[in-house]
């Protein structure tokens, strides 16, 4: 399978903090990846690096093969291809759903309003919302507000999806709306990358998990492995506390 994402030997520095020590795992094209651990363990960190919305002292990230730590990449470009949905949905609240959905389309990627509006409003029918993009993001239940988010992400036709906790904010009748749109872009082959503690969508989605303890990837195994056999007891420490 060819890598989507690689991440070789990642180390990360706060000042004299060490975030993250290296970190080195991969995801395919099409493969879905949860990441899991501790709060404070680096998750966030990580998966920020891939976007370059932090940098990283030491290792080699690569996204559909450009290096994000090289001076000569373009960030904007690579930012504007890689989705990334957070837990509290940074929608602009003074914007229209509509508007929230074309901004970048059109200032980042050039789309004509026209073009940029079309392609928005597709996507929010896939959520399940064309009929709010009239509305303002604090019309909307946070659940809703999440589904926003994630077609706004893909209005940009992004190559890769990165969630960090998507859900943890929301009240729990809602973070079933979410977890199912999350389900059907992985069913269409999306790359995904998704921090989350919800155990049930790793079982039934995930490929692989990837465990995470004091910025370091503890567990990085195939999820039969990771819910069934042996794993750290650091691992299962964790598990016993949320399941
Ligand atoms: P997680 O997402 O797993 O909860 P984070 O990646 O958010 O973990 O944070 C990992 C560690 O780095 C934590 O100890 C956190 O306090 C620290 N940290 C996060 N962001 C910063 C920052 N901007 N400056 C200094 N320390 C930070
Ligand atoms: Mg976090």
Not at 100 to 109: E, F, H
Not at 138 to 148: C, K
Not at 178 to 187: F, I, P, R, S, W
Not at 231 to 238: P, T, V
């Amino acid at each position: 399978m060819s890598q989507m994402i690689t991440i070789d030997n990642i180390s990360k520095w706060y000042g004299d903090f060490q975030v993250l020590t290296d970190c080195t795992t991969s995801v395919a094209k099409g493969e879905v990846v949860v990441v899991c651990g501790p709060s404070g363990s680096g998750k966030s960190t990580l998966i920020k690096c891939v976007n370059a919305l932090e940098p990283f002292q030491k290792g080699v990230i690569t996204v559909d093969g450009v290096s994000v730590g090289d001076p000569s990449t373009d960030l904007p470009k690579l930012r504007s291809r890689v989705g990334m949905v957070f837990q509290h949905f940074e929608l602009f609240p003074h914007l229209s759903i509509a508007e929230n959905l074309t901004l970048a389309q059109v200032k980042v990627l050039g789309r004509s309003m026209d073009e940029a509006r079309q392609k928005g409003l597709l996507y929010l029918d896939r959520v399940g919302l064309k009929a709010h993009a009239a509305k303002f993001p604090g019309q909307l239940s946070g659940g809703q507000q999440q589904r926003v988010a994630i077609a706004r992400a893909l209005s940009m036709d992004p190559i890769a999806m990165l969630f960090d906790e998507p859900t943890s904010a929301l009240d729990p009748e809602m973070i079933n709306e979410v977890l199912d749109v999350m389900t059907g872009l992985a069913q269409e082959g999306m790359t995904m990358m998704c921090v989350t503690h919800e155990m049930g969508f790793a079982r039934r989605v995930a490929n692989r998990v990837i465990f995470m303890d004091k910025g370091q990837i503890v567990e990085d195994c195939d999820k039969e492995a990771f819910f069934g056999s042996p794993r750290s007891e650091r691992a299962q420490l964790f598990l016993s506390k949320i399941l």
